[in-house]
């Protein structure tokens, strides 16, 4: 089993509800005064799927990728590309989000970061 010290969650949590607070007063949400921040356990379940093989322009170099429908384990479902893949994935399918590269930017090679699911790893399933 994965236990975390609940010293550094609630670091991690701190620090991340500073940044969409960053977020929000840069760009505010009309009628925000009733969203509520939770975290998210970054695990869910595979709920559909597609292979890009023609994708836009600045994705064209990742084709073909496989991109999903995401159920996390809270209920939102997430768009996002799986990545890590043996193989076809499978509807049902356990994912856990990762941060991979997404793209390169402009002519300084700026490498964008960003989230992506791969499949669960046993060890995080006990």
Sequence with gaps: MNAENPG???ARMAHQLAYWDQV????????????ELFPLSGKGTVYSYTTVTAPAEPFEPYAPYVLALVQLDEGPLVTAQLTDLDGEPQIGM???MVIRKLRTDGPRGIIV??????????????
């Design 8 to 10: 550094t969650i609630r």
């Design 24 to 35: 929000r007063r840069a760009q505010p949400l009309e009628g925000d005064e009733g969203v």
């Design 94 to 96: 356990r994912v856990e």
């Design 113 to 126: 970061y960003g989230p992506k699911f791969r499949p669960l790893l046993q060890s995080a399933q006990g």
